[in-house]
């Protein structure tokens, strides 16, 4: 049973239960009060202890790392280590909706429900449907997910969805949906997940740093990962405050990556703002329909609040790759004849990162180095099960004059 207060960062105040936010401009973060201890639950259940939930629920998702022959030597490094989040199975990666959005929708969900909530909405790109689709169907939890029409081929899952699963389309983009989420919430009366405000979400994606630290005995001096919105970079930023606090060595530097031409992270960081401006998206919605990893096309990210993405890349020196559409399926190709699985195209995103960093020599040949495999093997996984495709409720369209709430 893992025992934490909920904090906020900006003025100390402590809270429980499924509190969301302060009324600070500012995250809320667990502080989990032990030491973990790894424990004998199958994937990421073993690292229950720093995560802020009692039970585990009947899923399997969990980081897998590994150190990479192929990749590695095709790319001169020597201690690189790959965090595959995806499915798997012959190196027991069981992420059934192949993406790291498994490792958020399982405590999500587990959390919730010990404190008594009965149904959730999440908005959606995509790929956290998903995985908020499967993890609620195995257990019969209801949720309503709201994903832009466009991206519902996304949203499948293996196995017969259930009556507790209720899918929304919207005519939009990603951010469109988040303001329909917001609007049925309201009206609804129905929780918000919230997204990375959620510790669970975050303390979920985190697992990546945890499991990556025992594997390699100390922690990665780089992490690499693709952003959307930021929440896995932050989760692994955290975990890193929480090992260094119980005296694992190591500091990683945050590496992350986003896809010419829409990178308005990249371009804040690159002028070292904490806004992110409309300058730094010209053309939103025209960008967003040209990159080829699209599921990175959070047009309000958690970048500015306290705790957030910012502070992050500021803590850890971080550091923001932008890469081309060719740039990043080439690394797909790259990574798939050398380590043998398929990877999802915001993955390729970081890979690319990863061999620029290389080629700018901005990362050592000994470093120890830990690419986020942030999904993958939806190719393995469909010759072993047949995916359903869940099919949309109901369509509908953004109201006029809505202004988009911060990302939640
Ligand atoms: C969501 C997602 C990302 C981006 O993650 P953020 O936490 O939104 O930055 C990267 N890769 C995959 C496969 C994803 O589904
Ligand atoms: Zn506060």
Redesign the pocket.
Known sequence: MSEYTIKCLECGKEFNGYTLSCSCYSLLRAEYKKRFQIKDLPGMWRFIDWLPCNKPLNTKCGPITYKSNGLAKELGLKNLYISFNGYYPEKNAFNMTC???DLEASPTIARAIENGLKTMLISSAG??ARAFAYASNKIGFEVYLVVPESYLYRVWIPGEPGENIHLIAVKGDYSDAISVGNIICKNKNISQEGGAKNIARRDGMGTVMLDATVVIGQMPKHYFQ????????IACWEMAIRLRKWGWKGWPKLNLSQNIPFTPIYNAWKAKRREILADDMPNARESIEKIYST??S?RNPPYSIKGGLYDALCDTNGEVYAVTNKEAKDAGKLFESTEEIDS?P??NVAIASLIRAVNEDKVGKDDIILLNI??GGVSRLKEDYDIVQIKPEMTIRKPENIVIENEC
Do not use: E
Not at 226 to 233: C, L, Q
């Open positions: 993406s790291f959005k790929n956290t693709a952003v959307g919105s930021g929440t896995g970079a599921v990175l959070n999802l915001p993955a942030t999904g």
